[in-house]
């Protein structure tokens, strides 16, 4: 069976190809040609690009006849770009999609100054939208994200953090710009005000559980898939929910246990073994997916006041494909 | 003798306090409260301010009386600190106008989502000034800083990089942000586009000249006027004029004894005592005075076709000032 992600690319592909080309245009610069190195590693590694596709969608599914999507969708990519270079400074990660991670090639200093080149230019981009509307959208959406990601740094090793802790971060680092994306694609329309806030509940939502299942994945995946080892978020002591849920519904001496695990200077496939039973014992894993469900149930509830149509319906399908992803 | 500086901001004292007033109010966040300390930290850490005031400075040249210029000017200081933010990463410094840096105090992952955040809050403001003209100049002088810097990198340690390599790292990474901090002063007013392209020469050239000087004075400030220690950009083998410039009229010997220096793992006292001997041999520092006063010069010139008036020979007072300051 097809993915509705699949129809919906298949349904867009003159508009993804122009977006492509709007992408792959901005980064090349004569004086600064390693801007292009760097960001075409990152930005052409197989991401499944699915903000920009859901702008594309968006503008679609009001039936929007004119080119800014394009540009729209352009500076959304670029925007979740600079703050992947950005991640994976602060993160000091050496793999991304499989591939070595940019800093680790190309030095944090790079990895930092094209990161806020991306940024600058995807405000370029909006500015070809002629729309103060978008920009106000975006810029926000910007904030929120530096803001979800300074919370996160804030709760790092923090084995009791709570779960509204830990929405408010996901909320911030990844909602916000699926958020944004839908918001600023019916934007562009002629869409009505409560159908664009429709739009930014749905994206927040998928964007919600967007996370969640990523969260999941790193306990599951296995390397190929995902394009990092399982387990990724363990080793790095990221607190995600699976860990808070765990910890939480821990008996005294499991929660000993996992603090002790923690306080390591460094965590080993053992460690990780044993913290999987625990997740295993306590259901961390399901609670996790049932949680991902109620969010992906409410970006489908946020379609309601839309007219039934072919795309609608795939972005029902798209929501509900975000939740089974097993990759 | 008051400076035409102090001058201004006497004149202009309603402002400023307005201005610093959106730059103090737009970094409170309730959840995120380190957001606060750490841009406070580096902003009222006894900056000049001066990009922000050239901002106000030109909207009142052409007698503009809304209140969007306090926004701009805002906007146009969270830029530069935000540049200030990374820069300091990138740089690994460990000291800025005498404090210690952002970076060394809260740690590099902050240094760089605060910068990330306050870049955002830059756009969030400049969408209050409502005018789509202001968000391009803006964004475009944001993505020339980024490529400058991008240079910068290039260039570092190549002692033989060329005055116009130079040239260009700073006429990126400083002159941008004042050419459009008076670009978009002029263009909130109703002022003509000629006008307007002169106020952007204008911020051009003194900032290129700003930036001479400061790479001037890093060869003779002392610590405390600086903030910072004297050979600084020395001893992080930074390629500023006063190298480039020593460095192609050294004589062979010479050369060979910077490029000796150079490949040092750490520089110390006595590197630096020998390179200034060098330094006052070639004449690099007056070389490079003079070529500030070239610039200097270019800025007072652009003003030619603007009427005169107290503010326009305020702001020629401002550009020699700046040549001649010694801190």
Redo the contacts between chains.
């Keep these: 069976m097809t993915s509705s992600i699949s129809k919906l690319s298949d349904l867009l592909s003159e508009k993804v190809r122009k977006t492509n080309k709007v992408i792959e245009k901005n980064l090349s610069?004569k004086?600064?040609p390693?801007?292009g190195d760097i960001a075409s590693h990152l930005i052409n590694s197989g991401g499944k690009r699915v903000r920009p596709l859901l702008t594309l969608v968006v503008s679609k599914l009001f039936d929007y006849r004119g080119e800014k999507d394009t540009f729209l969708a352009a500076a959304i990519e670029y925007i979740h770009s600079?703050?992947l270079l950005?991640d994976d400074?602060?993160d000091r990660s050496e793999k991304r999609r499989g591939l070595k991670t940019a800093n680790l090639i190309w030095t944090?200093?790079?990895s930092?100054?094209?990161?806020?080149?991306l940024?600058?230019?995807a405000?370029?981009l909006?500015?070809k939208t002629?729309s103060?509307k978008i920009?106000?959208t975006l810029?926000?959406a910007?904030?929120i994200?530096?803001?979800g990601?300074?919370?996160q740094?804030?709760i790092e090793k923090k084995l009791d953090a709570s779960q509204e802790d830990y929405l408010?971060v996901i909320q911030g680092k990844t909602s916000a710009l699926f958020s944004a994306a839908c918001q600023a694609g019916a934007e562009i329309t002629e869409a009505s005000d409560p159908h664009i806030q429709a739009l930014r509940v749905y994206g927040e939502c998928i964007g919600t559980s967007f996370q969640l299942i990523d969260d999941l994945l790193d306990y599951m995946g296995n390397e190929n898939e995902m394009g990092k080892d399982k387990g990724n978020d363990f080793f790095e002591k990221k607190v995600t929910l699976p860990i808070i849920h765990a910890y939480e519904k821990s008996s005294l001496l499991e929660k000993k246990l996992i603090k002790e695990t923690f306080q390591k200077p460094s965590l080993n496939q053992t460690d990780l073994n044993n913290f999987l039973e625990i997740l295993e014992n306590r259901k961390s894993l399901l609670f996790t997916k049932n949680q991902a469900s109620i969010w992906t149930e409410r970006s489908i509830n946020a379609l309601q006041i839309i007219e039934n149509s072919e795309i609608k319906t795939l972005m029902i399908g798209l929501a509900e494909e975000i939740l089974d992803r097993v990759s």
């Excluded at 930092?112 to 080149?117: H, K, N, Q, S």
């Design positions: 610069s004086e600064t390693i801007i600079a703050t950005h400074v602060i944090n200093k790079y930092v100054l094209v990161g806020d080149f940024f600058s230019r405000f370029q909006m500015v002629q103060l920009m106000k810029s926000e910007s904030a994200i530096s803001q990601e300074i919370l740094v804030g408010k």
